[in-house]
């Protein structure tokens, strides 16, 4: 799903062509089927190829992909689900566990990630996000900015925080505008 949504975004803004040589660049598939596992290798290798491609930093590519997610591909591909996740910016992300472990429960080869909210003190909460993963913080500030622009609640976003292993999730302050 991640690898054919980031396939579908840089068709859409480079052109099949950019695609095709990135794909061959990471030495991987130019489409994936959606709910079928890949290793994350080929999702970094994709991430790297695109990077050089495209000349764009891949912590640029990331952010943009999360805000592409988050409002293209969320919402028009995966509308019933994040529609039953929630309404709002703090309403999804307060359901998003939930929501990733139902889905873990018809496909059990995923490995989801972990968010939590907390406090509203005049439009802004700390956002937790804990991951077996490394290197994706730049892609959760654009999913987050993207959900911002998707709840007509433009929201800035602040990395505050890389895990450590005493505190083992990264930590971003959202201030939404009502
Ligand atoms: C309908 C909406 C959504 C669906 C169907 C969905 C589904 C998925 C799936 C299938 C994965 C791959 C997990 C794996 O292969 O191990 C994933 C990963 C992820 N999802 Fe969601 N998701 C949705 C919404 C969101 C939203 C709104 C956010 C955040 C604000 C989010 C954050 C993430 C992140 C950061 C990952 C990367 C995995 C990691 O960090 O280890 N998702 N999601």
Redesign the pocket.
């Known amino acids: 799903?991640?690898n054919e949504a980031m396939r579908r975004l840089v068709s859409e803004s480079s052109g099949d062509g950019a695609w095709a040589e990135i794909a061959e660049r990471a030495d991987a598939p130019e489409t994936y089927a959606v709910?079928s596992?890949y290793d994350d290798a080929v999702t970094y290798a994709l991430v790297g190829a695109a990077s050089e491609v495209l000349g764009t930093p891949a912590d640029e590519l990331l952010r943009d992909f999360g805000h592409y997610?988050?409002t293209r591909v969320?919402p028009e591909n995966?509308s019933d689900?994040?529609g039953a996740?929630g309404t709002d910016v703090v309403s999804?992300?307060s359901n998003?566990d939930e929501?990733?472990a139902r889905?873990q429960s018809l496909?059990p080869?995923?490995?989801?990630?972990s968010?939590s909210v907390t406090g509203d003190g005049g439009g802004s909460v700390e956002v937790r996000?804990g991951?077996?993963?490394t290197g994706?913080a730049s892609?959760?500030v654009g999913?987050?900015e993207g959900?911002g622009d998707l709840y007509s609640t433009p929201a800035s976003v602040e990395h505050l925080s890389s895990p450590t292993s005493a505190q083992p999730y990264d930590v971003f302050r959202v201030t939404l505008e009502r």
């Open positions: 799903m991640i709910m596992y997610w988050s969320g995966y689900i994040l996740t999804v992300l998003l929501m990733h889905l496909y080869g995923l490995r989801p990630p968010f996000y991951s077996e993963r994706l892609f959760v999913l987050l959900l």
